[in-house]
C-alpha cells in the first residue's frame, strides 16, 4: 500500500512514517523540506500518485487566529482536491479532543474547519480526534511564566505520549475508513497545573507553578470535561495509549 503522511517530517509524522515502513508499506513522508507543500499545492501532485491513503498531521507555523485558520483552510482545500485527482482511498486527518467544545480558541476553530473540509470532500476519511500531547506540556508552562513563575489552570486533561498517537495513527491508516471520528486519549486523567510542575521538577526546572482556576487554556475558556475524551455522545470509538506520565518522564532523562 502506498500510503502519503502530509507532515511526514514533523513531531507525529516521523512516527507515522517509521511504523508503516516497518509495516512493509511504501511511505512518503511530505513536508516542505521534502518539496511537498500543502499550502502552495507545490509537489501534491507527485507525491500522491497512486497514493491509496493519505494521514494529514502538518500543524501551523503560527497560532494566531487568521494564520492559523488560513493555513489549515487552504492546506486541506488543495489535498482533498489533490486525493480525488489521484483517486485515493482514505484520507486520516489529526485533530483535537474537544475541538468543537472550545469556540472561542481560533485554534480550534482551525481544526474544525478542516474536518469539515475533509468531511464534505468525497473521499473517504477517518478523524482521529487526540488529547495533548505531552510533549506540549513544557510549552504550555512556557508561555504562562513571568518571572519565574507559571500560572495555569487545574483543568482535568487526559494527556498521551506523542508515540501513542503516531502508533495510532498508522494502524487507523491500514484499516477501513470509518467516515467519522475516533478518540484517542492518554491512559490517566491528570490536572495541568499539576503536570506542569512534575515536568519542572523532573527537568531540575526552578520554576514555581501557581494554580488560578480562571487562566483558561490557549487564551480560552475550558472546563474538566473540555479536554477529555467520552464526553461527545456520538463518538463511540475511544482508544487509549499505554505511556503514563510517570513512564514518559523517566524515558525523557
Do not use: C
Request: charged letters at 20%; zero cysteines.
Amino acid at each position: 500500500m502506498k500510503i502519503v503522511v502530509i507532515g511526514g517530517t514533523g513531531l507525529i509524522g516521523r512516527g507515522v512514517v517509521a511504523h508503516l515502513q516497518e509495516q512493509g508499506h511504501e511511505v512518503v513522508a511530505a513536508s516542505p523540506s521534502t518539496g511537498v507543500d500543502a499550502v502552495t499545492g507545490t509537489g501534491l501532485a507527485a507525491a500522491l500518485e497512486g497514493a491509496d491513503v493519505v494521514v494529514d498531521t502538518p500543524n501551523a507555523p503560527s497560532f494566531e487566529d487568521g494564520p492559523v485558520h488560513e493555513f489549515f483552510e487552504r492546506s486541506t482545500t488543495n489535498l482533498v482536491a489533490a486525493e480525488k485527482t489521484a483517486g485515493v482511498r482514505h484520507h486520516v486527518v489529526l485533530s483535537i479532543v474537544g475541538a468543537d467544545r472550545m469556540p472561542d480558541i481560533g485554534y480550534m476553530r482551525a481544526k474544525l474547519t478542516q474536518e469539515r473540509i475533509v468531511r464534505e470532500s468525497g473521499v473517504p476519511f477517518t478523524i482521529l480526534r487526540a488529547t495533548q500531547f505531552f510533549e506540549f506540556i513544557g510549552a504550555l508552562a512556557d508561555g504562562a511564566t513571568h518571572d519565574g513563575t507559571a500560572t495555569l489552570s487545574d483543568v482535568l486533561m487526559q494527556p498521551i505520549a506523542a508515540a501513542d498517537v503516531s502508533a495510532a495513527l498508522a494502524e487507523v491508516a491500514v484499516a477501513d475508513p470509518s467516515n467519522g471520528i475516533v478518540e484517542i486519549a492518554g491512559p490517566e486523567p491528570l490536572r495541568l497545573d499539576d503536570l506542569a510542575r512534575r515536568l519542572l521538577s523532573a527537568s531540575g526546572d526552578p520554576r514555581t507553578v501557581v494554580t488560578d482556576p480562571d487562566a483558561g487554556y490557549f487564551g480560552g475558556r475550558v472546563d474538566d470535561r473540555s479536554l477529555t475524551p467520552g464526553n461527545d455522545p456520538a463518538i463511540t470509538d475511544h482508544r487509549y495509549g499505554g505511556t503514563t506520565f510517570s513512564r514518559w518522564l523517566e524515558e525523557r532523562r
